[in-house]
């Protein structure tokens, strides 16, 4: 009896030892490094879905170019209405002219306990390769998309 009891507490602790690195992989800290490993290698952004009411390529504005591209993933879309569920991530390419390459990839993650005052979303802006410009609680970000507070601050599509 004691022999099966301890190997089945062995066995319990090897699946956590297996299980926890999934786990904690799941969504990414609120870390440039570790949001671009998500959105390039973990969960490539460019094999997620566009919002139902914003598809493809779009004309943009200040400060993201003249095109954009946005991406967004499950628990985005699957979100019925504002607020989105935590680990929502919404990744928009920016493009500054119809024939010029990718400017640079602006991102939002919807990361618990973050930043309540500001939705609770953590920004950043990646140069193509990856090397981030800015993150954190962008001020700039937040100005422009708390007008949108009552949407998420989700700008380019609308809850219903």
Not at 13 to 24: D, N, Q, R, W, Y
Not at 29 to 58: C, F, R, V
Not at 123 to 146: M, Q, T, Y
Request: glycine content about 8%.
């Amino acid at each position: 009896m004691q022999k099966t009891i301890v190997q089945a507490v062995l066995v319990i602790c090897f699946v956590c030892m297996i299980l926890t690195p999934m786990v904690s992989a799941e969504m990414p800290a609120t870390d440039p490094a570790a949001l671009w490993n998500y959105i390039t290698k973990l969960s490539p952004y460019t094999e997620w879905s566009y919002w139902p009411d914003h598809q493809g390529m779009q004309m943009s504005r200040a400060p993201h170019g003249t095109l954009h591209r946005v991406f967004v993933n499950d628990r985005a879309l699957n979100s019925s209405g504002p607020p989105l569920q935590y680990g929502s991530i919404e990744v928009m390419e920016n493009y500054q002219g119809e024939h010029e390459g990718l400017n640079n990839i602006t991102v939002m993650y919807k990361a618990r306990g973050f930043n309540p005052p500001d939705g609770d979303w953590y920004w950043a802006k990646f140069s193509p390769d990856g090397k981030p410009l800015e993150n954190g609680k962008v001020r700039s970000c937040i100005g422009c998309h708390g007008t949108r507070a009552k949407n998420d601050f989700v700008v380019v599509h609308e809850f219903k």
